[in-house]
């Protein structure tokens, strides 16, 4: 199976080249953008495998970009990336149907190899 | 007697007489003045107030008299307040001596929050009053929520910058972008476990700021708190055994289903293994649980350093440390106990401690099942 290609948007630049470091050292494709818009962009061009979205950037939020991509498709995974738990954030992207919930604070390979994992299972069953 | 001397007398008493009535006359005055004084000196601290204040008939609800500033809060006139029914404003409201962050309805049927105190029952002119006194919370509800807000942002803020910290320290850890050698390995894996600390203390702020301000709201669900006992304990199985201590289980066979926020129990839980793994050197930790028919009681116990009778108080509060031991292990912030007070206080529970010093501790928690 080749390379996943996936979509990372953060408006925190210095964040996104740490992570897109730590996805390619797991065989990932990194693609990047910056703000909503050019993620909702990107989503349409690049066609990536999964995404990870920043919930908290100014401009479009990562709640409105992942409605947006779910307007568009029900099944690409979206993973939140967030700074903090807060529950009621939690509740707004299951209810948009996110695919999970990283904490930025937390061990990020784990978080990776679960992502990879549910991406596995996630085209297994598209099979 | 001769007759004139008769009327001298009779005069003379007359004259007397009416001295002693001219007297009381204005000694009744005097009485009169003090006493309007006296209303008026009461009037006058009775509207100046700064909380509004309603003396109420208790029978009839109908509201006896009221001061300026009640009649600002709620938009009436003493003449309107005189014939509206207080459960109008606010409902059961003779019923309660203190009750805090009441709804009360002004005339045009806008809503503001008052902490409210009533007196006891006393008689005025054959009615039975209670006086009650308003304080208005609108300004301390939003210092509360800016205070709220505020601490949101702040910690957003710190917690984006430490995630960039933590992760380019990982990176380099994991050798990513090259080879590093034991020592470098060594110094960064100790700068790594302090910006969790970090990450944690910051947590455990946001957690307690919300906890006084009411800010944490619960939301309740059905668990079984058996296995969520069994969940918790084995996240700390690692840390058990790296202390060789022993590890105890004491509980009941079947499922008990309790209605409790379960982040919030699952984090008091772990605090308290967390306090019984750390504070003890050897011996072990167990953790039990109790079906108490409405009631379900859990506690936490261990063999290890204990506190003494003189701390026993201040546990509860924040940042108190007691045993802190200098050198290695996970140095905590004084928190984990004023936030699963917190919690519990805000479950309707109760949270107590036993302690000897050098022979163990035992937290205990009793929680409504429902
Ligand atoms: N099981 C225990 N045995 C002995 N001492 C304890 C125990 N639990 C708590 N203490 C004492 O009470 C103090 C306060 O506990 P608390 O959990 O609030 O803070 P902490 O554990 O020091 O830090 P934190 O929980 O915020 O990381 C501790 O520092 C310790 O001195
Ligand atoms: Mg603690």
New interface residues.
Partial sequence: MGKRKVLVVDDEIEFLELLRLRLEANNYDVVTALDGDDAVAKVKKEKPDAVLLDILMPGMDGLEVLRRIRQEDNKLPVFMLTAFSSKERVKLANEFNASGFILKTSDLQKEIANITRALEKHQANDI | MKEYEKNEEEIKRLRERIAAFEKSESEHKKIEEALKESEQRFRVIFDYANDGMLLTDIKSKKIYTANKTICQMLGYSLEELKKIDVNDMHPSHSNIAEARNIPVKRKDGTVFYADIKCSIPVILGGRTCVICIFRDITTQKKIDELKDEFIGTV??EL??P???I???I??VL?E??GKINEKQSKILKTAKSNV?RL?RII?DL?DISKIESGGLKI?KEALDIISMMKQVVSSFKLAIKDKRLALKVDLPEKEIIVHVDP?MITQVISNLVDNAIRFTEKGHVEVSVKDREALIECSVSDTGIGISRDNLPKLFSKFQQFGRIAGLGRRGTGLGLSIVKGIIDLHGGKVGVESELGKGTKVTFILPKK
Wanted: no cysteine.
């Fill in positions: 910690s957003h917690r984006s430490l995630s960039i933590k992760e380019g990982s990176l994991d990513i972008p969790d990450a947590n946001l939301k982040d």
